[in-house]
Every structure is written in structure tokens, then in C-alpha cells.
């Protein structure tokens, strides 16, 4: 027994000197459970994470100068899979990747007032059914969910149904049945919010029209050059078929934002500009979805990752927790939840941790999710990429950042850099630009604060990753004497965890979750220890615990 314990703490010593960004996740015996409610999900800019190749980084002559960080930078769907294949997502614990939208930009460039810009972002759409030659093909887009789901990884795109690219001088305006290019919304009521363009000159698809259209002439003669016109004919002749829909114009982008499903085999939609299209839109969109995610679990049975359904998360900007299932125009309130999304963005988090503490948040969020919003999820952020008033814009509360981010109930979206303390500040850009830099991977590898950082990322990252109980059990309060200990258990998933604890030793109650015997891990240490009168006495440098049963 002696030896056997001093062999264990010569493992203890030397695990704690592996080197921070390379902290490997524990190889699980069962397969391991996972709903939408409790993922952790990666949202990254596709044009700036990963360059895996160059050759593509120019395309329709897009050469002009932009305004600081509004060009596109190279990033792109091959880089990654290539981040996928070095495991850097899953030492993260991720298990879902939402990327932005991959389809054909417009090819000239424009100026909103923040700079000559490029479509980099991808909510500038020229071509639904192309992938714009700067992210990469539809082999690499193929090979991306291939691999990401050997992986364990879901795959999210990103749907913009509101509106097409703004007009330039390469990139005529669609037809007046198809688009309107004004009033400019006001957003002073639901009316001024919807049938209206979100900005200057970005047209806005009336979606409320059900009159036959034609398809713009522009995109009949693009796909007549690239050969594939009468295919691309056939494939909605077929839909429309099938669907009985009219040939208005929300269906037929409709139909082509469904083929990425059935083509590709994604797993989900983060959709763009949600409460500027009328909310029957998207419940029209969600019964395609699935019909189309249905079809492909059919023709591809052993590519099926699980039983979960397709999941649509949407963008009600400014929707938070606190309003429930209706969002409020002022003079309207929608439910955007029953018979469309599985999940809202939730802008409220961030305010939540600034505001209250730990307990109060982790509370609110247990029974909320419990009632009004029982059997629907929220998705939770403290940076993005148009939210110009980030948790930690100076980045001085990286591990706090992620201890709240993982720990509050509900979905995690981890943005790109979150996790190592991407600069957001950067000088000469205007607008959200700023937080739009590249992902800082030589800072990953060369400062060893960045490294420190990422570990306790991946720590919590993984620890959730393996229990849903984390992001999607229900939560109670064990402890608030020294420190904050509760715990989360979701059916027969439990965990025991400590926050704000005293560095070196700590005794932890945990009777309402493990008995007296039971062997239970401290993730973030890595250590076992046995439980004895209701408690665990942990030892460690740090003033956190994530206990799970071994």
C-alpha cells in the first residue's frame, strides 16, 4: 500500500510540471452523454483563426486597402481542421464548433463608416449555394465535418436569411420582388424593426412576401458561367415539389441553406439577425432543418453521432435570460422558442457576473432554465464579435472569465481568444473591428502567462465537457463558508464543486452528492482523495476543486 501511494504522489508531482497548453483529456471507458443544453461551443471568425492555406488568401481581385482588420487575413476552413486534427479543441473541451458563415461574399468592397470593408465576416452574402473561395471548397468543408466529428465535435454554420451583401459597384442589387433598400430600420417598434434594412445599403429580403418570384438574373447567368445552372433548376423544381412552398424568396434561400445539412452532414444553425425577420420565418426554416437533418441521419446511419436533434440557436440581439420566452419590441412581444429555437443567445451574462455574485448568478440561472425555460436552453457569452462592450475588454480577468463562463448554467460559447487573452484593444480600428484580430497562436506558445491561462480554460473546459451535470443539472448550494462549494447533479451525473476556496488545504462537505468510501478526482489538481465523515480534504495549490467520482 505504501508503495502504492508513493508511486501515486510521484505521478501527482509530475503532472503538475506538464507543460500548460498541452493538458490531455482523460480517456472516458463509456461513452459520454452530451445535450445541446450543457455544450461547450467554440464560435470563431472562420477568416481569422487558423491560415492552413495560403494559396486562397485572394480571390475576385480584393486587393483594395480596408480600414484596420476590415480586409480579409487568410483564415480558413482547412485551418480548422488542421486545429482539429492537433487536438486543440479537444484539450479545450469543446464539443461543438459555430463558425461564420462560409458562403460566396460580394466581390467589391464597401464603407459603412468604419473603413473600406470586405465581406472577411461572412454575413455579406453574394451566392447561397457557392462557399466563397477564401474559406476554402466544399471538399474542405466536407473533410472539416469528417473530422471534426471522429472527434467528438459538432459543427454549427451560420444562416442569414434577413438580408444579401450590400451593393457595390461588382455586386448589382437583387430585384425589387426579392429585396427592399429602404426605409432604414429604426427600431423603435416591431413594424420599424423588421420590413426595413438593418443598415444602409444592406437590401433586406422580404421575407414576408409569398409572390412567386424569379431568380435574380445576376445569379442565373453566374451559375450558367460556372456550368451549373440547369442542376442548380432541378434541385428546386424538386424542392418546391416536394414542399408545396411558394417560390418566394425566404424558401428558395431556404432550400439552399438546408443543403448544407444534407450535403454535409452539420449539425446545427447559429442564425444571424433573428428578430428583424418575422417570426414565422423561422419556424418555417426549423421544420426544413429537420426534415433535411432527418434525411441525412437516414442515407448516412453510421456517420450519426447521436440522438439529438438539429439545433438552431438564434441571434435576438439583446435577448436575455430575464425576459423568459418573450422578447419585447416595445409595442409587440414574440416568443421566439415554440416551434423554432432550441436556443437564445443570452447578452445578459456578462452584466449578470459584473453585477452579483457568484451565488446569486449560478441561482438565477438554475431556476430560470427550470421553469420559464424548461426543455429550452440559453447560450451564454462574456465576448463576441459584435458586442462592443465585452465582460473583459482589458483582459485583466481571463480565469474569472472562464470560471463563470463554464460554471453558470446553460450552453457556453467560448470565443475564439477567450481563452488566451486575444488582445480586444486594437489600435486603429474603428468599430467592432477591434475585436476581431487574429487568433493570437505564437502567444500561445511563447508566454508563459497565455499557457497559464489556457490550462485553467482547458481544466474547466474538459470538466464540463465530461459532465453535462455542469452546464444542464440542477444546481444547490452546499457551502458559502470559505468559499463557494455546490453542487450539480443531472440524473445519475454528479459533481461536487468549490470556487473562491483558500490555496493548500481545504476540506470540502460533499454528503449531499458522494458517500462516505467513494473515491472521488479533483479534476483541477489531479488528485484522488476518499470520502470520510462527508467530507474530502484536498490539498492543493489552487482555489478551486472539481470533484467527480471516480
Not at 162 to 191: A, F, L, M
Amino acid at each position: 500500500m505504501k508503495n502504492i501511494l508513493f508511486l501515486f504522489l510521484i505521478a501527482t508531482i509530475f503532472s503538475c510540471k506538464e507543460k500548460p497548453s498541452v493538458i490531455k483529456p482523460k480517456k472516458q471507458l463509456t461513452k459520454k452523454e452530451f445535450v445541446w443544453e450543457g455544450a461547450n461551443i467554440y464560435f470563431l471568425l472562420t477568416d481569422r483563426f487558423n491560415n492552413g492555406d495560403t494559396s486562397n488568401d485572394i480571390n475576385f481581385e480584393r486587393t483594395k486597402e480596408t480600414g484596420k482588420l476590415r480586409g480579409f487575413e487568410g483564415g480558413d476552413i482547412k485551418g480548422i481542421t488542421q486545429k482539429i486534427k492537433e487536438g486543440y479543441f479537444t484539450k479545450l473541451g469543446i464539443n461543438a464548433i459555430w463558425m461564420t458563415p462560409v458562403v460566396e461574399q460580394i466581390h467589391g468592397e464597401t464603407d459603412e463608416g468604419t473603413g473600406v470593408s470586405y465581406g472577411y465576416h461572412g454575413y455579406w452574402t453574394k451566392d447561397w449555394t457557392s462557399i466563397d473561395p477564401n474559406f476554402g471548397t466544399k471538399e474542405e468543408l466536407k473533410e472539416l465535418v469528417t473530422i471534426a466529428h471522429k472527434n467528438g465535435i459538432r459543427v454549427l454554420l451560420d444562416a442569414v436569411i434577413n438580408h444579401t451583401g450590400p451593393v457595390t459597384d461588382k455586386d448589382p442589387v437583387w430585384p425589387s420582388d426579392w429585396v427592399r433598400t429602404g426605409p432604414e430600420c429604426s427600431h423603435d417598434n416591431y413594424e420599424n424593426t423588421i420590413t426595413c434594412t438593418l443598415v444602409r445599403n444592406l437590401p433586406d429580403i422580404k421575407t414576408e412576401s409569398n409572390e412567386t418570384v424569379a431568380l435574380p438574373p445576376q445569379l442565373v447567368a453566374k451559375w450558367k458561367d460556372e456550368g451549373r445552372y440547369e442542376q442548380e433548376l432541378q434541385e428546386l423544381d424538386a424542392f418546391f415539389e416536394r414542399t408545396g412552398h411558394p417560390r418566394a424568396p425566404r424558401f428558395y434561400i431556404m432550400k439552399w441553406l438546408t443543403d448544407y445539412i444534407t450535403e454535409f452532414g452539420i449539425d446545427g444553425y447559429r442564425v444571424d439577425t433573428v428578430k428583424h425577420t418575422e417570426e414565422f420565418v423561422w419556424q418555417e426554416f426549423k421544420a426544413e432543418c429537420d426534415v433535411a437533418f432527418t434525411e441525412y441521419k437516414n442515407q448516412n446511419p453510421e456517420k450519426v453521432l447521436d440522438d439529438n436533434n438539429f439545433y438552431l440557436v438564434g441571434e435576438v440581439y439583446n435577448y436575455a435570460i430575464s425576459h423568459g420566452k418573450a422578447y419585447s419590441f416595445g409595442d409587440k412581444k414574440v416568443n421566439y422558442f415554440d416551434q423554432a429555437f432550441n436556443s437564445l443567445v443570452n447578452f445578459e451574462l456578462k452584466w449578470n457576473v459584473k453585477q452579483m455574485e457568484e451565488k446569486a448568478v449560478f441561482h438565477k440561472y438554475d431556476s430560470i432554465l427550470n421553469t420559464e425555460l424548461k426543455n429550452y436552453g440559453i447560450l451564454n457569452y462574456m465576448t463576441s464579435h459584435d458586442d462592443g462592450q465585452p465582460f473583459d475588454k482589458e483582459r485583466q480577468m481571463s480565469y474569472k472569465t472562464a470560471t463563470m463562463l463554464f460554471l453558470t448554467p446553460g450552453t457556453a460559447q467560448v470565443y475564439y481568444g477567450d481563452e488566451s487573452a486575444r488582445n480586444l484593444t486594437i489600435e486603429g480600428t474603428v468599430g467592432d473591428a477591434t475585436l476581431r484580430s487574429f487568433m493570437n497562436w505564437n502567444e500561445i506558445q511563447t508566454i508563459e502567462e497565455t499557457q497559464k491561462i489556457l490550462t485553467h480554460w482547458q481544466k474547466l473546459g474538459q470538466f464540463r465537457a465530461n459532465h453535462m451535470a455542469v452546464g444542464a443539472g440542477r444546481h444547490a448550494l452546499i457551502s458559502e463558508e470559505n468559499g463557494l462549494v455546490f453542487s450539480r447533479v443531472r440524473n445519475e451525473d454528479k459533481v461536487v464543486i468549490g470556487i473562491n476556496l483558500a490555496e493548500g488545504n481545504k476540506v470540502i462537505t460533499v454528503s449531499s452528492v458522494f458517500k462516505d468510501g467513494d473515491i472521488v478526482n479533483d479534476f483541477y489538481s489531479n488528485q484522488s482523495i476518499k470520502v470520510k465523515g462527508g467530507q474530502v480534504a484536498v490539498n492543493s495549490d489552487f482555489d478551486i476543486v472539481l470533484l467527480e467520482k471516480i
